[in-house]
Nanobody
Framework: QVQVVESGGGLVQPGGSLRLSCAAS????????MYWYRQAPGKQRELVAH???????NYADSVTGRFTISRDNAKNTVYLQMNSLKPEDTAVYYC??????????????WGQGTQVTVSS
């Protein structure tokens, strides 16, 4: 069994910062890549950022220069540092982990999501 759990969401004023964390645990052989998505009310889920096992990162245009993704391979954990937050960043943020489980199968696993609200 594999679990993916996000944390760190909350309410922040425009211009503020938040740091999200996502940990994958359980029967894991290796993690390929980890992703942050978000879904605002009435909108489709969108990819915000992702990072590969070797640390290569990519970002959506809307967050480039404001968000930074990083990972701790030893802990199977990914972080999303969000700075200069805007009201349009308000969404539920989801973590996705693409990994090889202990039975050597490749699958991706979703977390339950964490709410980020940017409002004055």
């Amino acid at each position: 069994q594999v679990q993916v759990v996000e944390s760190g969401g909350g309410l922040v004023q425009p211009g503020g910062s938040l740091r999200l964390s996502c940990a994958a645990s359980g029967s894991i052989f290796s993690v390929y890549a980890m992703y942050w998505y978000r879904q605002a009310p009435g909108k489709q889920r969108e990819l915000v950022a992702h990072i590969t096992a070797d640390g290569s990162a990519n970002y959506a245009d809307s967050v480039t220069g404001r968000f930074t993704i990083s990972r701790d391979n030893a802990k199977n954990t990914v972080y999303l540092q969000m700075n200069s937050l805007k009201p349009e960043d308000t969404a539920v943020y989801y973590c996705n982990a693409l990994l090889i489980s202990g039975d050597y199968k490749v699958n991706d696993y979703w977390g339950q999501g964490t709410q980020v609200t940017v409002s004055s």
